[in-house]
Nanobody, 128 residues
């Protein structure tokens, strides 16, 4: 099985930056799509940013476009979410995910992938 472990969360002031890391073990990430998700108290988990399974495309929700960047380092088998200009509404538990059981092809946005493997979550709090 693929296992994901996250790190990098914390408390940051509005306008600040944070980089989340997600290290995978068991299988190389390069064979899968990857995504970052978040869940705020009382809200549904939402996909935030992702990379397609072939690495050829990325997508993100409108609220983070231009502020968040997803990357992957295949040599380290680690994915990252660089979060800039953070806003209080970005506060949530952030999870990395992989659609481990499904291979995707075509033009489907990676935000629509069926993710089934998750990290443990890391808390991001944006507050002054």
């Amino acid at each position: 099985q693929l296992y994901l472990v996250e790190s990098g969360g914390g408390l940051v002031q509005p306008g600040g930056s944070l980089r989340l890391s997600c290290t995978a073990s068991g299988y190389p990430l390069e064979h899968y799509g990857i995504g970052w998700f978040r869940q705020a108290p009382g809200k549904e988990r939402e996909g935030v940013s992702c990379i397609s399974n072939d690495g050829g495309s990325t997508d993100s929700i409108d609220s983070v476009k231009g502020r968040f960047t997803i990357t992957v380092d295949n040599a380290k088998n680690t994915m990252y979410l660089q979060m800039n200009n953070l806003k209080p509404e970005d506060s949530a538990v952030y999870y990395c995910g992989v659609p481990f059981s499904t291979y995707y092809s075509g033009t489907l946005s990676c935000l629509r992938y069926k993710y089934d493997t998750w990290g443990q979550g890391t808390q991001v709090t944006v507050s002054s």
